[in-house]
């Protein structure tokens, strides 16, 4: 797709819609004013339970077809975390089935190494509701209870010594400024901050995570 759209002079953009959810945006705001100090580690959680009876890509098609939670609510917890703590390159993962006979996974975890040398955790789960973000740094840590959503504010919070403080987020309809923002890059030929090639840096980590799942290996991101 990537190719096609260079080859076709035409705006390709992948749907990241919580580029624009208030939390993720106020937690990059932060970290670009180097507000916690060097960033040590982070954990991120996209969950939902998935009734055992549900049907669609999700629960029918294989890991391999594209099906999964990873590639669901995962693939915006791998945005989400490498679009605050920039590129991971090494995961450990697992993948399995543990409450539901879909075919493919239901409980996913991956253990990341971002080439910053931060250290990250990612959870996605198809038996539990997880809306967690949590960035540790040398000099305090962010962290949310709601950062994903399609409608909403959510929350964020940071602990800077004893001092904490909590933010007051705007309401965001997040596919209203994508749909804006993509419209805009059709109309000047520019590049979506939500491009073919970001979308692709996530699948690369989910595919290396699948792959060290089967394998029990740490593997290197391509």
Known sequence: MIDAARANNVVLAVAHCMEWGSPLTK???LLEQNAIGTVISASISASYPSGPTASGWRQTDSSDEG???LYDMG???VDGI????GPIAQVAAWADKRTHNFNTEDTASILARFQSGAHGYIQSHFN???NSLEIQGT???IWSNAWWGREFSGD????????VIDYDLPHVNVYVPQIEHVSDCVLNGTTPIISGERGMAAIAVIRAAFESSRS???VDVA
């Open 216 to 218: 029990g290996r740490v």
């Open 139 to 141: 000099e305090g840590r």
């Open 75 to 77: 693939s915006h917890a």
């Open 27 to 29: 937690a990059r705001e």
């Open 128 to 130: 539990c509701l997880q």
């Open 67 to 69: 099906g999964g939670i």
């Open 82 to 85: 490498t679009r605050l703590l």
């Open 156 to 163: 964020l919070h940071m602990q800077r010594g004893k001092e």
